[in-house]
């Protein structure tokens, strides 16, 4: 595991988006594991600013996000569809239809499921998977508990989650029940990972990631025996 320690959120992303920029340019066809949250949104818009300036090419570039709410619409704004098209892929010149994101709306949601992991494993794997991590441990939205050897599935959102994403939705009610997640085999089976934490609520989880030992209770420990992980994390969340 190696570790970059940041002064605050802002540097933590901004050390994400370069180190995802130097995969991009040393491999225009890369494909990209993204993650939606509070956490990463600054990275993506350090991306759109380098591809503003730089003209960083994401013509060849290919993406799976981790995971969907069950029962949103593409265009509902709490989705990770519309997530996606207003932190990035609208900003940058990504073919749409490179972007993968798991259908939330689908009628047979195992079906969509199995879809999902297949199509990623079809298309030779995730390059570069970004990461964030919950409170509980979570990653994707794998809550504790969740097998290791998980692939793409549909969850019960733990209440904690819908209360920490409640601040995106206009009351706890209106926070789906269920998402699609990538399992945490297929977030492992990454050829690179690369987690962000930041802020004090993250704490207890990055102390445990940390220091504490591997276990299903705590989803992210599974990371830890990844050949290739790199922990950005700020002050405050030490
Ligand atoms: O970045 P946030 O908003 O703290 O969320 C942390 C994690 O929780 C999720 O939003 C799911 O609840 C993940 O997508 C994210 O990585």
């Known amino acids: 595991m190696k570790i970059y320690v940041t002064k605050n959120k802002d540097e933590m992303n901004q050390k994400a988006a370069e180190l995802m920029l130097e995969r991009i340019r040393k491999n225009p066809s890369t494909t990209l594991g993204l993650a939606t949250g509070g956490t990463p949104e600054a990275t993506y818009e350090y991306l759109v600013e380098d591809f503003q300036k730089q003209g960083t090419s994401y013509e060849h570039i290919t993406t ?3 995971d969907e709410y069950v029962g949103l619409s ?3 704004p709490n989705s990770y569809h ?3 098209q207003e932190h990035l892929f609208q900003h940058i010149n990504i073919p ?5 994101i798991p259908n939330g709306l689908a009628e047979d949601l195992d079906t969509e499921c199995d879809r ?3 199509h990623i494993h079809g298309h ?3 390059d570069l998977q970004l990461l964030g991590i919950g409170e509980n441990g979570h990653i994707g939205f794998n809550e504790p508990g969740t097998s290791f050897g998980s692939r793409t599935h549909v969850v019960e959102l733990a209440e904690s989650t819908r209360e920490a994403n409640a601040r995106f939705f206009d009351s ?3 926070v789906p029940t269920h998402a699609i997640t990538m399992g945490i085999q297929t977030i492992l089976k990454a050829r690179e990972i690369m987690l962000l934490i930041s802020g004090e609520r993250k704490r207890d989880a990055l102390h445990r990631l940390l220091h504490g030992g591997i276990s299903e209770d705590f989803p992210a420990s599974a990371l830890k025996d990844h050949p290739n992980l790199t922990v950005i994390t700020d002050e405050d969340a030490l």
């Open 64 to 66: 799976y996000n981790l």
């Open 74 to 76: 593409k265009d509902n």
């Open 82 to 84: 519309a997530y996606m």
């Open 96 to 100: 749409l239809e490179n972007t993968h």
């Open 116 to 118: 999902y992991d297949t």
């Open 124 to 126: 030779g794997g995730i």
């Open 172 to 174: 706890i009610e209106a």
